[in-house]
């Protein structure tokens, strides 16, 4: 997992992806099984929406680790979790600096299909998980069913330069594909359910107006494409969200697959 890649995708990111991402994180960590007193390690933090909700449940006896490669993402981390019992550690995901069958719980929000090597990764949570343990990974699944990734597809067709990166996003695009990587990893008992929201936006221009401003890493791509390209791509977006007139609501579903297994 290299760094540079999320190096500015923390910006706007708790405005834009959280207020939708972070609605099936409740179902992430009930498919992870933590209970109180648990020690559980929270892969790819980011701003650190999970690793909090974990600490919640797992109280004073407990304790959660939330790690992340990405330092500008830790930084907005610390923000959020000020004062509160969640220790944070840079780390790639890949090398995960810990001692065999160390934690109860392991889990990553939306970050497994941005791993270059996703069952390497998956096979060090095993490792580092205790005997029975739980882990439970979400990630999205295609361009017509995400949030702002969608922006990335559409930019990745007419910047083929940029295609490696963007199509990460959708490197796990289904319920098999998930469920493998989680057997080949060693997992039992795996469980793969596929979750559903409505997002609502006042209007197209409230949907896109932070991408435009360079928010995630659609956005960081926007930025850059000149303004004929920019135009091209956010009217293909536009038509392709069928949404009849820029200043209508506008409702968006999107997909998240949680997987689960224990060790």
């Known amino acids: 997992m290299d760094e540079p890649f999320y190096k500015t995708a923390a910006i706007g990111y708790d405005e834009l992806v959280a207020r939708a991402t972070n609605s099936f994180i409740p179902s992430l960590l009930k498919a992870a099984r933590i209970a109180p007193g648990h020690r559980v390690l929270d892969v790819a933090t980011g701003t650190g929406a999970a690793a909090q909700a974990a600490a919640i449940i797992v109280g004073p006896s407990g304790a959660v680790i939330g790690g992340d490669i990405s330092p500008a993402m830790l930084e907005s981390a610390k923000r959020n979790l ?34 270059s ?47 490696e990166k963007l199509n990460r996003f959708f490197s796990v695009p289904d319920a ?28 197209f221009d409230d949907y896109f107006s932070g991408i435009a401003k360079g928010a995630t890493l659609s956005g960081q791509e926007y930025v850059q ?27 968006i579903e999107i997909d998240v697959l949680i997987g689960s297994g224990s060790r």
């Open 225 to 251: 494409l000149p303004p004929d390209m920019k135009h091209i791509v956010r009217e293909e977006v536009w038509r392709g969200l069928a949404s009849p007139s820029p200043g209508e609501p506008l409702t």
């Open 117 to 163: 090597d996703q069952l390497g990764a998956l096979s060090g949570f095993r490792r580092v998980l205790r005997p029975n343990g739980w882990t439970a990974v979400s990630v999205t699944t295609t361009p017509e069913r995400s949030l702002f990734a969608r922006i990335g597809a559409v930019i990745a067709r007419h910047a083929p330069e940029k295609a």
């Open 82 to 115: 000020k004062d509160q019992p969640i220790t944070l550690a840079t780390f790639d995901a890949h090398a995960l600096p810990y001692e065999d069958r160390r934690f109860d719980t392991v889990t990553c929000q939306l970050g497994l299909m941005f791993f």
């Open 176 to 203: 098999t594909c998930l469920h493998d990587l989680l057997y080949r990893a060693g997992f039992r008992k795996i469980d793969v359910q596929l979750e559903t929201r409505p997002i609502k936006f006042s209007s």
